[in-house]
T-cell receptor
Framework: SAVISQKPSRDICQRGTSLTIQCQVDSQVTMMFWYRQQPGQSLTLIATANQGSEATYESGFVIDKFPISRPNLTFSTLTVSNMSPEDSSIYLC??????????FGQGTRLTVV | KNEVEQSPQNLTAQEGEFITINCSYSVGISALHWLQQHPGGGIVSLFMLSSGKKKHGRLIATINIQEKHSSLHITASHPRDSAVYICAVPRYSARQLTFGSGTQLTVLP
């Protein structure tokens, strides 16, 4: 199993600013996933973060808007840059899920005003 | 057509009722996940199953690989079961999960 500590749990931010979300895993993992969940919607994958290489972004998401760091096998950050009200969502990090159980962070509820 | 379809979208039940949530998928898979999302946003894995049935407390998950269908049952439902339940299947080509739209369950006391 894996335990993921994600922070902050929630934040209210001014438009035009940036927020960095952190995820710490209690074990070493190769791939970490970052998701966005817009109000009333299901999870959408933003990017896959591998240690030692650039993150792989899904269609519709770009590195300038959602830069990701993966400095080691237990930690990753996602930054939401130059925020607008449309970025108000829950952001989640996750590990596993393809051949193993999936584990998620507690989620970051972001409100942009 | 979405790869993963869940029903119902919303479900309200009285405490003690037997709950069933359904999930159908269109792709070949080796396993399916049932997840629970609490109002705060955090997601907990309930089951990962590839065949037959699994049981944990009052929760039971079944899967029929041939029919590409899975169900999540809650026996003797309780208000604390109120949450969003999500099924998800892995997409091997992309090594990631595809999620259903979720079922919002509300259990009234």
């Amino acid at each position: 199993s894996a335990v993921i500590s994600q922070k902050p749990s929630r934040d209210i931010c001014q438009r035009g600013t940036s927020l960095t979300i952190q995820c710490q895993v209690d074990s070493q993992v190769t791939m970490m996933f970052w998701y966005r969940q817009q109000p009333g919607q299901s999870l959408t994958l933003i990017a896959t973060a591998n240690q030692g290489s650039e993150a792989t972004y899904e269609s519709g998401f770009v590195i300038d808007k959602f830069p990701i760091s993966r400095p080691n096998l237990t930690f990753s950050t996602l930054t939401v840059s130059n925020m607008s009200p449309e970025d108000s969502s829950i952001y989640l990090c996750s590990v596993g899920g393809v051949n193993t159980e999936a584990f998620f962070g507690q989620g970051t509820r972001l409100t942009v005003v | 057509k979405n790869e993963v379809e869940q029903s119902p979208q919303n479900l309200t039940a009285q405490e003690g009722e037997f709950i069933t949530i359904n999930c159908s998928y269109s792709v070949g898979i080796s396993a399916l996940h049932w997840l629970q999302q609490h109002p705060g946003g955090g997601i907990v894995s309930l089951f990962m199953l590839s065949s037959g049935k699994k049981k944990h407390g009052r929760l039971i998950a079944t899967i029929n690989i041939q029919e590409k269908h899975s169900s999540l049952h809650i026996t003797a439902s309780h208000p604390r079961d109120s949450a969003v339940y999500i099924c998800a299947v892995p997409r091997y080509s992309a090594r990631q999960l595809t999620f259903g739209s979720g079922t919002q369950l509300t259990v009234l006391p």
